[in-house]
């Protein structure tokens, strides 16, 4: 999805800190009225300076000192109060962008890059912020130079002031020119580089499979020519730069070049004091710093908007899973969950569960079996809405789960995936996974109920070991001991148990088998399995093809019936 975005969608996030704008903004009128000040005195100094007064040179010198510390003090309070504000903004910017990504559907994580994402967050949001500094900081106070200045000069000689300002035009809409161009090289430069980012994330993250495939070489090319387009984006738009940059300046030379000769006409002329001309000289070059400066900002600012669409962009992503305005708590439930009539498509036209009708128990286990690709998974995923369905409901303890808040739904299904996720911290943290306090007792009870107490504690620092990026300092069966621990630990009613043994060695598998028996008395489970030795004693056993429910029954049940569920066990253990 693209929209385009603006530094005005910014404006709300200024709003909070209008106080430490207001006082940046003194800051900012105090030091371009000292700028005036010494403007005005610069062309005191041409009289006593031609008549060769020592005393009345220094006096002035004097007060020309106070005004540039009066200056120099109005610049850092502007600098300070500004920079807070900005660093604040992107703060603000940079956690709600999280919150909001934190509420997008799993369909958009399936497409989304997590490098991107990365650097959209960090190097995107950071830019933002460079760029309301540099607003705040640079641009407003050279602005209001390049205004209050020329009326100044226009007060001391109209005519000098014309020989300036006929070039301005021209020096605007080539400004203008560049400064479009240069969002358009920024926004494909950033681009890639987030392309990049994204390759480092998927390749650091599957190493292990690129070296078992030998597949190096390759990364490296698919590295190299995505740097390579990276660097190219970037050249283009250092060329434009160095492109504007003379042409600039030349006018800028133009402009100083027509100021002496038509000052020394206007001296000539007795229209002009010397007095007055030095003071315009000093305009003049106080001019030429807000000039570069203004122009330089453009740039950067026509290159920060990149930043701005690309994080905008993802504040305009709509989640389609949304919480009803008027959703209750769900309370405590029993366990007795309902799918009535259920159809459900990722992509229109493609079903993948069609009109599945099904009532679990409290305390009932079912298994769902069937060829990859059958709906499995999209059945179970629907129960905590991580997608709702097309047509039909799905009801807990009789409460369709669209009447209730996302959160009391969730924190009541318990979920031990095939591929166990650890996150940064402590083993205990990733137990009590979501919790900022938590009783290292009930930690360790549920650890013992996963049968991952006894290697916990081998560890040199126990439940306080820092676990590693993606747990890589486990093994895979002590992983997932500690995701049924995290289940146990949570205590839901309902259970969702997705291949959670398919990965493990004999020895391992026994050992979170005999965990998953224990976490799954008195609880409504449903479990996904291609083993089927580790659903024969279910209380029912769901053999899904096509989005639909073509056999249901017993283990021994539908082995009698010599039919799909039959052959599958056959195939397993013939």
């Known amino acids: 999805m693209k929209t385009r975005s603006n530094y005005w969608q910014l404006s709300p996030y200024l709003q909070p800190h209008w106080q430490n704008i207001t006082k940046g903004f003194i800051g900012i009128i105090g030091y371009v009225l000292a700028t005036l000040t010494l403007i005005n005195f610069a062309g ?14 220094a006096r002035l010198a004097g007060i020309l000192v106070f005004v540039f510390l009066v200056r120099g003090f109005f610049q850092s309070v502007q600098d300070m109060y500004m920079a807070k504000v900005a660093l604040r903004v992107a703060f603000d910017l940079r956690k709600r962008v999280y919150s909001h990504l934190q509420k997008l559907d799993l369909s958009y994580f399936e497409t989304a890059k997590a490098g991107d994402l990365s650097y959209r967050l960090t190097e995107d949001i950071d830019r933002v912020g460079e760029v309301v ?17 020329p009326i100044y000069m226009i007060y001391l000689n109209w005519q000098l002031t014309l020989a300036i300002v006929i070039i301005a035009p021209v020096m605007g809409v080539l400004i203008g020119w560049f400064g479009e161009r240069l969002r358009k090289y920024s926004l494909k430069s950033q681009n890639r580089v987030s392309g990049l980012s994204a390759i480092l994330t998927e390749v650091f993250s599957g190493i292990r499979l690129v070296q078992a495939f030998a597949a190096e070489s390759y990364e ?24 504007q940059i003379p042409i600039v300046g030349f006018l800028e030379a133009l402009s100083a070049v027509s100021l002496v000769i038509v000052g020394a006409w206007q001296i000539s002329q007795n229209n002009l004091t010397v007095g007055d001309f030095f003071s315009y000289l000093a305009a003049a070059a106080l001019l030429i710093d807000p000039i570069g400066h203004t122009t330089n900002n453009y740039n950067e600012f026509k290159q920060g908007e990149a930043s701005v669409d690309r994080v905008f962009e993802l504040m305009a992503m709509q989640p389609t899973v949304l919480e009803k305005l008027d959703a209750i708590a769900l309370p405590p439930v029993k366990g007795k969950v309902e799918y009535r009539h259920v159809s459900f498509a990722y992509k229109p036209g493609e079903p993948v569960l069609q ?4 009532l679990a128990l409290p305390g009932e286990a079912i298994a769902l079996v069937g060829a990859s690709g059958a709906g499995k998974t999209t059945f179970v995923n ?74 916990i504690t081998q560890l040199p620092e126990g439940y306080h070991t820092w676990v590693g990026e993606r747990g890589v300092n486990l ?6 001991r500690i995701a049924i621990a995290r289940a146990v630990f ?21 050992l979170v088998q005999e965990a998953l028996e224990r976490l799954m008395q008195n609880r409504t489970v449903f479990i996904i ?44 253990f013939s």
């Open 475 to 480: 093994s895979g069966g002590q992983r997932q």
């Open 355 to 358: 009109d599945i009708s099904l």
């Open 490 to 510: 949570l205590n839901p009613q309902i259970l969702i148990l997705d291949e959670a043994t398919s990965a493990l060695d004999s020895e391992s598998e026994t």
């Open 382 to 455: 629907l129960l905590p809405r991580f997608y709702d369905p097309e047509s039909g409901q799905i009801l807990i303890d009789g409460v369709d789960i669209r009447d209730v808040k996302l959160q009391s739904l969730r924190r009541q299904i318990g979920i031990v995936p095939q591929e166990t996720v650890m996150f940064s911290g402590t083993i205990a943290q990733n137990i009590a996974f979501g919790q900022n306090t938590f009783d290292m007792e009930a930690v360790a009870e549920a650890a013992k109920i996963a049968n991952a107490h006894q290697f």
């Open 529 to 572: 399995a291609h083993r089927l030795s580790t659903v024969r004693r279910c209380d029912r056993i769901l053999v899904i093809e096509k989005g639909q429910i073509v056999e249901s029954g017993t283990h021994q049940e539908l082995l009698e019936l010599q039919q799909r569920y039959a052959r599958y066990y056959a195939q397993q």
């Open 220 to 243: 490296i090319a698919r590295f190299g020519n995505e740097a390579e387009q990276s660097y190219k984006a970037k050249y283009s738009a250092e060329r434009l730069k160095a492109i």
């Open 133 to 149: 500094n540099k607003v705040f900081h640079d641009f407003i106070p050279c602005l209001l130079q390049l205004i209050a200045i």
């Open 44 to 57: 005191q100094l041409a009289t006593p300076f031609g008549e060769g007064n020592v005393l009345a040179i």
